[in-house]
């Protein structure tokens, strides 16, 4: 959903990114403060209950999540390095909401809230991973019904829900069906790899 957006993003972002520029700031600078904030935010913002404060701040950082791109390539330094600073910085950014909505469910003693945590905590990480290792196989594994993009939206958007008075089950039920479909991207994205091995293989 909100990799659809990157085009809109790109245009609205272009004037910040050159201001930021002028002013000195690098590309780098950029991707690393915003992980800090995201995983800042998500460490204390969300156990101690701050809900819609925290998936607020995360949110806008998200959405500017495209920033440093955009500032990389007016520099004309779009490359590796930059692609990977970014991939995992994510993976930090990705693991405290999580993890911070765990906390904030075991201080609660909501088991059911902080096992579906827990399992997108876990999942999230070889959504990715699956993907990363295939292409460093040589292959592809870019499918799946769960993409990066979508899974924080819909964590993010349950939890402002929660914080502004929505009962706690609504957050346990969208964990859980984000954990379901996290499961079945990497199943997918398995199946993807499967096909590309036989089928080299059988070529050989």
Known sequence: MLDRLRGLMTALFTPLARTLLRA?????????????????????????GHLLLGAVVIGVFVLTDSLDGVMARLQGRSGPWGAFLDSTLDRFGD?????????????????????????????GSVVPYARARAEGLGMTAAVGIAERADRLLVTLLATALVGLGLPHA????????????????????????????VGTAGRR
């Not at 700031?25 to 915003?34: E, F, L, R, W």
Request: proline letters at 2%; a neutral charge.
């Open 95 to 123: 693991g405290a909401i999580f993890a911070g909505l765990l906390l904030w469910a075991l201080g609660r003693d909501d088991d059911a809230t902080a096992v579906a945590a827990l399992a997108c905590l876990v999942l």
């Open 24 to 48: 000195g700031v690098s590309p780098d600078a950029v991707t690393v403060t915003g992980t800090l904030v995201v995983v800042v935010t998500a460490l204390v913002a969300f156990p101690t």
């Open 170 to 197: 609504v957050l346990t039920v969208v964990l859980a069906l984000l954990a379901v479909a996290s499961a079945v991207t990497v199943g997918q994205r398995m199946a993807t790899v499967r096909r590309q091995a």
